[in-house]
């Protein structure tokens, strides 16, 4: 999984992540295809009698799709 934290939090450490990622599937016979976003929406969640009440929100994931 790439990612940025405090330790490493450049562009270039994703862009490595990734790489290093993607070559070790070429390693195991998979082929890169695709960088996908995908989004779902949560729905709002009432609570009991309104008590808890959380509204909704977007969620976004990047997704690395490889072929065989």
């Known amino acids: 999984m790439a990612s940025i934290d405090s330790k490493q939090g450049t562009s270039q450490h ?11 599937y070429n390693s195991k016979g998979w082929k890169y295809i695709r960088l996908e976003s995908v989004s779902t929406f949560i729905q709002p969640d009432a609570g009991c009698f309104g008590l808890g009440a959380k509204p909704g ?7 690395i799709v490889f072929e065989k």
């Open 14 to 24: 994703v862009a490595q992540q990734l790489e290093e990622l993607i070559m070790n």
């Open 57 to 63: 929100y977007t969620t976004t994931r990047q997704m």
